[in-house]
């Protein structure tokens, strides 16, 4: 078997649990298994909950939905948007303290769910430390229960690309008339850990987008990364130039002081996104950051607040994205139950 066999095996078995049998999205577990056209349909959607006035909107989509926030992994921002999106869409909240949940006193995780589901659960939106939680729980667990996925492990973060992705939409797109295909992108930093990198560089490329770059040192890029169809740079200056977008990755402080990465400080003279380094891209090139930034280690101060930083767009973009998504996983759920 070839290797576009193999890949379009695998997209088919990540697309099943999460598609209604017309197409529709039922879980949001990757990226990956979706077509353009239904990544296109998340981010119409998204576009939707803005005014004419770009200020965020809200709907009743989900009154009477019971969703269920169950974070088994520390997060403030990913957490408290979907939370956001949820009250905009007008559901019942309920958030799990982690901390005192009885799978920290012995109950296995399928207990749990099962438990939860009997509560008249609608959703879950799951972060994992571990890879593939997401999908365990949407084909062994809980199917009748739409999951979300906010991060597992170092597999994926679906919704963190979709609001990159809409970002750029917004941004590049809509703003100035161009297409994803037109577009040169270039993603920065831990690549070989990061789950964000995954799932934008397949989201990227569902949409369109043939220049596709990762900046890296070594130590930090994943075995076989020019499989995946990406341009590889050691050196920022050769990796952005002419470039229409600058995504930077957060680098995790347990790397630092490893062998992977000696120091912050060597970190940031080789690969931190100065202002120096902007300017060699496209001059209304944007700067995008996932968060929590680490100022003076992956970016500069004056380019995070600079005028080309979306970083803050990112997070707004981060509610609709995850409107849109909920949205349309509960009704998938309610139609593959007969319900709509």
């Not at 982690?98 to 099962?114: F, M, P, V």
């Not at 037109?182 to 989201?203: F, N, P, T």
């Not at 912050?264 to 300017?279: A, D, L, M, Q």
């Not at 973009?317 to 759920?333: H, K, L, S, W």
Request: hydrophobic share 40%; aromatic share 4%.
């Amino acid at each position: 078997m070839n290797d576009i066999d193999t890949r379009t095996r695998l997209h088919q078995s990540l697309a099943h649990p999460q598609l209604t049998s017309d197409g529709g999205i039922r879980h949001f577990i990757c990226v990956e298994g979706l077509s353009c056209v239904q990544l296109e349909c998340i981010l119409d959607k998204a576009m939707g909950y803005f005014d004419a006035h770009g200020r965020l909107v809200n709907t009743d989509e989900l009154a009477g939905k019971t969703v269920m926030n169950l974070f088994f992994e520390n997060s403030t921002r990913t957490r408290t948007t979907f939370e956001a999106a949820q009250k905009r869409l007008g559901a019942n909240v309920l958030n799990l303290d982690i901390a005192k949940s009885s799978t920290n006193k012995g109950e296995t995780l399928r207990d749990t769910l099962w438990n939860l589901e009997a509560m008249s659960a609608d959703m879950f939106v799951v972060r994992h430390s571990s890879s593939g939680a997401a999908h365990f729980m949407a084909t062994e667990v809980t199917p009748n229960v739409a999951i979300i996925n906010a991060g597992d492990g170092w597999h994926a973060h679906p919704t963190q690309a979709m609001l990159d992705m809409l970002t750029i939409h917004r941004e590049l797109c809509v703003k100035y008339g161009k297409s994803f295909d037109e577009l040169s992108v270039a993603i920065i930093g831990d690549i070989k850990h990061s789950r964000v990198a995954r799932s934008d560089i397949c989201a990227l490329q569902t949409l369109g987008v043939k220049d596709l770059r990762v900046i890296a040192p070594k130590t930090l890029l994943p075995k076989g990364i020019k499989r995946y169809g990406v341009s590889v740079f050691e050196n920022m200056e050769q990796g952005l130039a002419g470039v229409d977008v600058i995504i930077g990755l957060r680098i995790q402080n347990e790397r630092i002081g490893s062998p992977l990465l000696p120091s912050t400080n060597e970190y940031f003279k080789n690969y931190g996104i100065t202002e120096s380094r902007v300017k060699l891209a496209k001059p209304n090139a944007l700067v995008m950051h996932p968060g929590p930034m680490n100022r003076g280690v992956e970016i500069a101060s004056g380019v995070a607040d600079g005028h080309q930083s979306v970083i803050l767009k990112q997070v707004n973009n981060g509610i609709a994205v995850r409107m849109a998504v909920m949205a349309m996983a509960m009704q998938g759920q309610d139609k593959a139950k007969g319900l709509i």
